[in-house]
């Protein structure tokens, strides 16, 4: 048995796109947190029929894509610029467990590098990583290049004919 069709709720659609343009949730949690709101809600699948149907709202939810990866990357830079504090722990076979209070850089590094990575998902021109294609040949040789050019005589009378 077929599920019901659910016809497409621009209102959802447009709540749905901003909530995504506005945090650093993907769908799936949007929709989860509608739920946990008891808010209506559709399932991804729904979701992905109505980009597929509706161009107005895949416009719309490509636009709150790019917005959320604005978000990501100034998200990335204040994480960059905010020590963050806490107990770092380490095991070392000569000194043993040592414990302190500082900031945890390394942590902070992960954190960056996570923003800035789902911002280069999301945004690919702006943020992602600059791909550079190179074609070569047979063994990263140059591309080997031949022009052949081919004489043809032609019969004599066929250049008297007007």
Known sequence: MARPEITFDAEMAEEICERIATSDLGL????AERIAENKPSVSSTTIYKWLRLHPEFAEQSARARKMQAELL??????????????KVVRDDRKNGR?????????RSKLIVQTLLKRAGQLDAKKYGDKIQAEVSGADGGPIQAAIAVTFVRTNGNASNQS
């Open 98 to 106: 040592t414990e302190t209070i500082s900031d945890n850089v390394e």
């Open 28 to 31: 799936e949690q949007v929709l």
């Open 73 to 86: 990357h100034d998200r990335a830079q204040q994480v960059a610029q905010t020590p963050l504090i806490g």
